[in-house]
């Protein structure tokens, strides 16, 4: 059998199609292996930011309940393994290499030189991996945008578009209508939408539920309010929580959960039964790496995904909320197709020290394009220097801020413990 590396290399080989919208490739895909998306019970997640986090806590709360979940999201930060779990236990490198030459022999021999994308592919995988796992529900990602998202082939239980703000404007429209319209394009005929979204976002995805999807709106058909650091009271369809606590940190994971809490409302709908006792206890225990994540003390070392404009301004609320006195260390590396003006506008006078980097990636910004963003700031070549150097700057009472990426975080996540 063709060994995990080589499997890797075809895998990220089909990258070389980049972006490339449109169904007609995953169902012909699927259509080859007999269509196991529609084996699955799912619950469908879209929008800009807390996609993951809304995924996370939702397969936690249905994973403490006794169910068994699969889920499917998007990118991975160490692991291509991390994309697809059930029950929070990754695919083997030896199913991931099973399951790709199953439907590797099976595209080549229907059409050896047709192209389609990595996504498309992995989506496929994972849709196959579930059946043949059995799971009871199969929470999955959104990858980009929606509409023509290869993801958007599956009929969910629940659909979710947690927000709407500026991302991947070259693929999904300059303006909010214009994205809103991608991301409401998960909606589906009868099919009820939890969303965050707000104004002119908010009206766009409404317009597109009417008349037949039943649409509910944060802060209009379910509610929830800050009890403390972590600990929200939730209000919802017809369920009401005190004082629940959230283990993922930050004000912004508080409506996440809030998201998910309606979501899982709607799910006992289709028969899932979840007791509140459960909900507590997933909520209290749930993790999700690389979101406003404390991986080193002395000096703290803080990780945290954000990679766009709405990403960077929860994190910049989040330090000067709980790290106002700290000298902080903003280690940014962040891909060229962001908008990393507004990114660093948000991030750069909260730091005391600018360290500008980029990952191993072909996709990263120069960090010398930074430079007229970040203020006084210093350049490094590798995410590996930009840690030697923080290690250098930092004093123990210091907090390391490490962000811009997917890609950055997860290097980074890589050589802390070789750094410091």
């Known amino acids: 059998m063709t060994g995990y590396s080589t499997t890797l290399e075809y895998l990220y080989g089909l990258e070389k199609s980049g972006i490339v919208f449109g169904l007609d490739n995953i169902f012909w895909i699927l259509s080859l292996i007999d269509n196991p998306h529609t084996f699955l019970k799912t619950i469908h997640i879209g929008g800009t930011n807390g996609k993951g986090s809304v995924a996370r806590m939702s397969s936690a709360i249905l994973q403490e309940a006794g169910y068994t979940v699969g889920c499917y999201t998007s990118p991975h930060l160490v692991s ?3 994309r697809i779990t059930v029950n929070d236990v990754q695919i083997s490198e030896e199913e991931t290499v099973e399951l790709t ?3 590797r022999e099976r595209v080549e021999t229907s059409d050896p030189s047709r192209s389609f994308t990595f996504f498309d592919f992995t989506t496929a995988l994972a849709f196959e991996y579930f059946r043949r796992r059995k799971v009871d529900l199969a929470v999955i990602e959104v990858g980009l945008g929606g509409r023509l998202d290869s993801t958007n082939v599956i009929l969910p239980l629940v659909s979710v578009i947690t927000n709407v703000d500026f991302d991947h404007m070259d693929y999904l429209g300059g303006s909010i209508h214009e994205i809103a319209r991608e991301k409401a394009g998960i909606l589906k005929q009868g099919v009820p939408c939890v969303t965050g979204a707000e104004g002119e976002a908010l009206e766009v995805i409404r317009e597109a539920a009417r008349p037949k999807t039943p649409l509910f709106v944060l802060n209009e ?3 929830f309010r800050k009890m403390a650091d972590q600990m929200i009271s939730y209000q919802g369809l017809e369920k009401t929580f005190s004082d ?3 283990n993922l940190v930050g004000d912004h994971q508080l409506s996440n959960c809030a998201l998910a809490l309606c979501t899982l409302e709607l799910l006992t709908r ?8 459960t909900i507590r206890r997933a909520l209290a ?3 999700w790496p690389g979101r406003l994540e404390m991986v080193h003390e002395k000096p703290l070392i803080l990780l945290d995904a954000a990679h766009n404009p709405h990403g960077a301004r929860a994190l910049a609320s989040y330090l000067r909320t709980h790290h106002a006195d700290m000298r902080k260390i903003l280690v940014f590396g962040v891909m060229k197709d962001k908008n990393f003006a507004s990114m660093l506008a948000e991030l750069a006078p909260l730091a005391d020290e600018i360290l500008l980097t980029r990952p191993r990636t072909d996709r990263a910004a120069l960090p010398e ?3 007229p963003f970040a203020g006084n700031a210093t350049v490094t070549a590798t995410i590996n220097e930009a840690l030697e150097k923080a290690r250098e700057m930092a004093r123990e009472d210091d907090l390391i801020v490490i962000t811009g990426s997917f890609y950055t975080i997860g290097e980074a996540r890589t050589l802390i413990d070789e750094v410091f």
């Open 80 to 82: 291509f393994t991390e």
């Open 101 to 103: 030459a199953f439907i």
């Open 221 to 223: 058909t379910f509610h």
């Open 244 to 246: 629940l606590r959230v």
């Open 270 to 277: 289709a028969g899932f039964t979840v007791t509140e006792e």
């Open 285 to 287: 225990g749930v993790t």
């Open 369 to 371: 394009e930074l430079i």
